[in-house]
């Protein structure tokens, strides 16, 4: 979750076949929205990868971030 898009620089995340979600806290300051977007636009082809941004949570998730985690993945699991 959070991946500073630095880390990502180079990884083959077009292979991800059954896709990567992306989960990032609209105050992260090690991996910006904007940036984690241009990114994900950038790849080559149908990707199957989404971002979803908290609002409110920093990269640590520690403003908040937990209780929106949970209500997430619950909600996606439902």
Do not use: Q, W
Request: proline share 8%; glycine share 12%; net charge negative.
């Amino acid at each position: 979750m959070a991946p500073p898009p630095a880390l990502l620089t180079g990884m083959d995340l077009e292979c991800l076949a059954a896709g990567v979600h992306i989960l990032v806290g609209a105050e992260d300051e090690y991996a910006p929205v904007a940036d984690l977007e241009a990114l994900l636009e950038s790849l080559p082809g149908p990707v199957n990868a989404r971002l979803s941004v908290l609002d409110g949570v920093d990269h640590f998730f520690a403003t908040g971030g937990l209780d929106s985690i949970a209500a997430f993945v619950g909600k996606a699991l439902g």
